[in-house]
C-alpha cells in the first residue's frame, strides 16, 4: 500500500515551512517564464494572488527558492565547459575550496567522498585559456596534490529549470 507523502520540510527563520503542491505549481510557472506576475501565476494554479505573494516571500526567505539571473556561457565566449577532480593535501580541503570557489571561471565546488576531495565545473574560452587555468591557477592553489580535468565534449542534459522531485517515502518507523 502506498503512503501518502507529506511536503518536504524546510527550516526558515520563522519556523518550519513546507514545499506543498502549491509551492510545486507555482514553481513550474516560474519555470516556464521567471517573470510571470504574481497575478498570472494565481490564474494558472486557481490560487489567490496573496496566496502566491505570500508563498514566494517565504520560499525566498527560507533560501528553498532563489530567483538569479542565468547566462550561458557559450554566448559570452566561454565555449569549453570542464570539470576537474582535485586531491588536496590532508585537512586543507576547505581553503582549497574557498581558493579554487574564488576563481572567475568556476561555476561550482563540491566537497566529495570517492578519488578526489573535490569536484569543480568550470568554463574557459580556449585551448590556451584552458592551459593557464588548471596548471596555473588550480595548480598554483596551495595544498592542490593533482587533478584530472574531463572536457565536456557534448551535453546529454542541462536544465536551469530543475523541478525538485517527491521525496520518497522511508521504509520502517
Same mark, same amino acid.
Not at 579554487?100 to 565546488?109: F, S, T
Given at each position: 500500500?502506498?503512503?501518502?507523502?507529506?511536503? +518536504?520540510?524546510?527550516?526558515?527563520?520563522?519556523?518550519?515551512?513546507?514545499?506543498?503542491?502549491?509551492?510545486?505549481?507555482?514553481? /513550474?510557472?516560474?519555470?516556464?517564464?521567471?517573470?510571470?506576475?504574481?497575478?498570472?501565476? +494565481?490564474?494558472?494554479? /486557481?490560487?489567490?494572488?496573496? $496566496?502566491?505573494?505570500?508563498?514566494?516571500?517565504?520560499?525566498?526567505?527560507?533560501?528553498?527558492?532563489?530567483?538569479?539571473?542565468?547566462?550561458?556561457?557559450?554566448?559570452?565566449?566561454?565555449?569549453?565547459?570542464?570539470?576537474?577532480?582535485?586531491?588536496?593535501?590532508?585537512?586543507? #580541503?576547505?581553503?582549497? +575550496?574557498?581558493?579554487?570557489?574564488?576563481?572567475?571561471?568556476?561555476?561550482?565546488? +563540491?566537497?566529495?567522498?570517492?578519488?578526489?576531495?573535490? @569536484?569543480?565545473?568550470?568554463?574557459?574560452?580556449?585551448?590556451?585559456? @584552458?592551459?593557464?587555468?588548471?596548471?596555473?591557477?588550480? /595548480? /598554483?592553489?596551495?595544498?592542490?596534490?593533482? $587533478?584530472?580535468?574531463?572536457?565536456? @565534449?557534448?551535453?546529454?542534459?542541462?536544465?536551469?529549470? #530543475?523541478?525538485?522531485?517527491?521525496?520518497?517515502?522511508?521504509?520502517?518507523?
Amino acid at each position: 500500500m502506498a503512503r501518502s507523502q507529506p511536503p +518536504a520540510r524546510v527550516e526558515g527563520d520563522e519556523g518550519e515551512t513546507f514545499f506543498d503542491k502549491t509551492d510545486r505549481s507555482i514553481v /513550474g510557472c516560474l519555470r516556464e517564464d521567471g517573470r510571470m506576475s504574481h497575478a498570472d501565476i +494565481a490564474r494558472r494554479i /486557481g490560487a489567490a494572488e496573496t $496566496t502566491v505573494r505570500r508563498r514566494l516571500q517565504r520560499m525566498q526567505a527560507s533560501g528553498m527558492l532563489r530567483v538569479v539571473p542565468v547566462v550561458d556561457p557559450d554566448s559570452v565566449g566561454m565555449q569549453t565547459s570542464l570539470f576537474l577532480g582535485v586531491k588536496v593535501e590532508g585537512g586543507s #580541503w576547505e581553503a582549497v +575550496a574557498n581558493a579554487v570557489a574564488a576563481l572567475p571561471e568556476v561555476r561550482y565546488v +563540491a566537497v566529495t567522498t570517492g578519488s578526489f576531495d573535490l @569536484l569543480v565545473e568550470a568554463f574557459v574560452a580556449h585551448r590556451e585559456h @584552458l592551459a593557464a587555468f588548471v596548471l596555473d591557477a588550480i /595548480g /598554483g592553489v596551495p595544498g592542490v596534490v593533482s $587533478t584530472e580535468t574531463m572536457t565536456v @565534449l557534448r551535453v546529454a542534459k542541462f536544465v536551469y529549470e #530543475w523541478e525538485v522531485p517527491e521525496i520518497p517515502p522511508r521504509d520502517g518507523p
